[in-house]
């Protein structure tokens, strides 16, 4: 069958295979040759032949090939082409950067081995001509696997044909045992049949039937599996008999085509439906992507339909493979898709009931509902379940956000919903595609009201988070306008902490502090939990950047709310600026175990921007606790995972010379060469290799002791080495350190020293250019 799985996060993850992958010796041998001849193979064919499997079967064979990954990105529910080049980034698990999403994409896949797969390319193939062809004309080692109904027509594109799975020969005899078992369409159907009656085989009472129906079906997976699926309620012998009435009723004598095959074999599914599972059928065609129960029973429930008659109608269509369902252990929820081939028969017929406006009404209800429950509840213990849900059901509320910007008088309803889901887009791996839906929202709502504003200020969070400050400032700069003018407080505290965050970015320290405190208390007033978080999480960022103890304060007010409310997906946030107080407090031992305990939050999340700070700050921890070769690996890995991730935002510009100073510590301690190894050691781990190395659980490289003689470099000494790079005089640095002039002057000696620097312009050298 086909199938619709995206890979979000981790390259390399795959979706599991739930079903038994029969035959494709021949295509799989022939398709592996080609791979390695060629860097662009598109598997063809008609829907339902199993392009997608061959596909998904293929990655994994060659995944090996591909040190840097290999990412399967479905485009099924991608209607609009704009979305293909930040629906590509954000399978590659990376947080985009400002301006062109395909050039960013070209960019940051620079150097890289990896294999993309753009799976169901047919609605979107002009994009993804085009992406297909700047990878390749920009990256030697990036290859590109496609599937579509047609070829991508790019320049040095291999083109295979899926063919349908092989039947048994028209001159077998009956006599000839079980031959026929080793025909792969056979194969496949008493596999499927096995799933629905436990213990069935072929025998030489059903073999004749079942030879017959994978004949009648030309050998198209999608539709034998269908016929496989009805044998729960009827036999080998009854399932041919309908097939045969079904086909006869096609106007040519010939031979169906394929396209036909499939079509009358989902047409023949439907009509062996009762009314209310036909009519649930047709209604569900209405979303896309995943979604769950109560999706169902909101859009589809009427009195035609009670929510007992969709509960029991869903379940058997799911027996009977028109509907698929997979059990999500992290959302804790059910989810169900359909494949585009019988969602577009079911849309077909629901166009033919009269009611597809009506439906599409209620799934718009529906997901607009979902958005403000999401930003209601999104703060709490259920944190980590509202993500991975609002994952799930993402195609639901793309569609939802294209249906209202193209009706003007919706578009109000369009801004707020796209403001909403701020946190989604942040956390949902979906920061480049929130973007341009905020600023279609922008565009669509000239007045200026409340939902412009709103619009403007989230616009501008994202926009800092793909590092384009200048669009940032501009769109604050309205928001500010809109929000005084209208005099709303709630609003009013949230552009202030984006507005905070805006200007700690330029430097303006003081100024950040003013907007942030302002965030605090708004959003206490306005009982906006999540806000006051937010803004007490930054002010904490901003005592550490200006070496002020009230930011242990904050930080611990914060950690004080997310383990009240819960909000694990929060806390490991709060957990990593605690840790950043701890460790400049001279206790790097403690703040290690709590990043640690961030990272196992963050593991939950699959937030890589956020493993990154935290490896990042773990680096500077083994440095302070005498571990030059584990600060080398695992600040290797931080900088491996923030060149994924953009290198914006999540890096803070006051974090380079920390970094800075950390590993020149390595390097005068292990060495050029040893300290060289180490990293590009920790830059080569895969994800889970530098999660248990971080965690220092089993299967982790070993932390080989360097020598009883290496002294550790403490939180103290690197902040005098970052106090002396950025040109303070020794007693500035005594000042700052709240120590005597003399030992202040003392200190900066002793710290060029270890450091190995001859004077502080050579260290302010290195810093810069680790900096840069």
């Known amino acids: 069958m086909e199938a619709a799985d995206v890979t979000r996060g981790s390259r390399g993850r795959l979706p599991p295979e739930t079903t038994s992958f029969i035959g494709r010796r021949r295509e799989l041998a022939e398709a592996r040759r080609q791979m390695y001849s060629g860097r662009l193979l598109t598997l063809t064919g008609p829907a339902g032949v199993g392009k997608s499997r061959l596909a998904l079967r293929l990655a994994r064979k060659l ?91 790019v320049a040095g594109e291999l083109v295979l044909p899926v063919a349908p799975l092989s039947l ?38 059903n073999r004749d039937a079942v030879v017959r129906i994978c004949r009648r079906l030309d050998g198209m997976p999608l539709a034998i599996e269908l016929a496989a699926a009805q044998l729960g309620e009827s036999t080998p012998e009854e399932v041919l008999d309908r097939l045969d009435d079904r086909f006869a009723l096609l106007t040519s004598g010939d031979q169906p085509s394929r396209d036909e095959a499939l079509e009358e074999s989902i047409g023949w599914s439907f009509g062996l439906c009762t009314p209310g599972e036909q009519l649930l059928w047709a209604r569900l065609s209405c979303f896309v992507g995943e979604w769950d129960a109560a999706a169902v029973r909101e859009v589809c429930c009427d009195e035609r339909l009670t929510a007992a008659d969709v509960d029991e109608a869903l379940d058997v269509l799911v027996s009977k493979s028109v509907v698929v369902r997979e059990h999500d252990e992290m959302a804790r929820t059910d989810y169900y898709r359909m494949f585009d081939s019988i969602r577009e028969f079911g849309l077909s017929r629901l166009h033919d009931t009269g009611e597809e406006a009506a439906v599409r009404a209620r799934h718009a209800v529906c997901f607009h509902r979902l958005a403000d429950r999401y930003s209601n509840e999104v703060f ?45 887009w942040f956390s949902g791996n979906a920061l480049r595609e929130g973007y ?72 303006r320290l003081d100024e950040a502090a003013g907007y942030l405190e302002r965030a605090a208390i708004g959003n206490t007033a306005t009982g906006n939990l999540f806000g006051y978080t937010n803004a007490m999480i930054l002010l904490a960022c901003l005592g550490f950047y200006r070496h002020d103890p009230r930011g242990a304060e904050s930080a611990a007010e914060c950690l004080r709310l997310c383990e009240t409310f819960g909000a694990p997906w929060t806390k490991s946030y709060v957990l990593w600026v605690v840790s950043l107080h701890r460790w400049r407090g001279g206790d790097p031992r403690e703040a290690s175990l709590l990043i640690q305990q961030a990272i196992r939050l963050q593991q939950l999340a699959h937030d890589l921007a956020g493993l990154g700070v935290y490896l990042e700050v773990l680096s500077w921890c083994a440095t302070s606790t005498g571990q030059p070769r584990r600060a080398a690996r695992l600040m290797g890995a931080s900088e491996a995972l923030r060149k994924a991730n953009g290198g914006e935002m999540g890096d803070s510009v006051y974090f380079d010379d920390y970094d800075a100073v950390a590993m020149a510590w390595a390097w005068q301690v292990l060495g050029e060469e040893e300290f060289r190894a180490a990293t590009r050691e920790g830059a080569g781990w895969e994800l889970p290799e530098m999660v248990a190395y971080a965690l220092g659980e089993g299967g982790s490289p070993p932390e080989v002791p360097f020598g009883a003689g290496v002294a550790e470099l403490s939180p103290r000494e690197v902040e005098t080495a970052v106090l002396l790079a950025a040109g303070m005089t020794a007693a500035e640095i005594a000042e700052r350190l709240g120590v005597e002039p003399l030992a202040g002057e003392v200190e900066a000696e002793q710290v060029l020293e270890r450091l190995g620097f001859a004077d502080r312009d050579e260290l302010a050298g290195w810093v810069r250019r680790r900096s840069a």
């Open 168 to 205: 048994p020969a028209e001159t077998d005899a009956p006599d000839r045992a079980y031959g026929d078992v080793f025909a792969d369409a056979v194969r496949l159907f008493t596999d499927r049949a096995a799933a629905v009656v436990p213990g069935f085989r072929l025998d030489e009472g």
């Open 436 to 507: 341009e839906w905020l600023r279609s929202s922008v565009a669509a709502v000239p007045e200026p009201v409340a939902e412009r504003a709103d619009c403007l200020s989230t616009l501008a969070f994202l926009a800092l988070h793909v590092g384009d400050l200048d669009a940032a400032e501009t769109a604050l700069a309205e928001a500010v306008e809109i929000t005084e003018r209208i005099g709303d407080r709630g609003l009013q505290a949230r552009v202030d902490g984006t507005r905070g965050m805006a200007v700690m970015l330029r430097g």
């Open 63 to 153: 995944r090996r090939a591909y040190p840097d990954g290999v990412v399967l990105v479905g485009l099924s529910d991608v209607q609009d082409p704009a979305l293909l080049p930040q629906t590509v980034a954000a399978a590659l698990g990376g947080r985009p950067g400002p301006g062109n999403p395909a050039e960013g994409l070209v960019s940051r896949l620079r150097g890289e081995r990896v294999l993309i797969i753009l799976d169901d390319c047919d609605h979107v193939l002009g994009a993804a001509a085009r992406l297909a062809r700047e990878l390749l004309t920009e990256h030697e080692h990036v290859h590109v696997l496609a599937t579509s109904r047609q070829a991508l027509g």
């Open 380 to 424: 709490g213990p259920r944190q980590l379940e509202w993500i991975h849900h609002m994952i799930h059901v993402h195609p639901n509320l793309r569609l939802v956000l294209e249906h209202d910007l193209a009706d003007p008088e919706r578009a109000r309803v369009a801004a707020a919903t796209a403001a909403k889901l701020w946190s989604f």
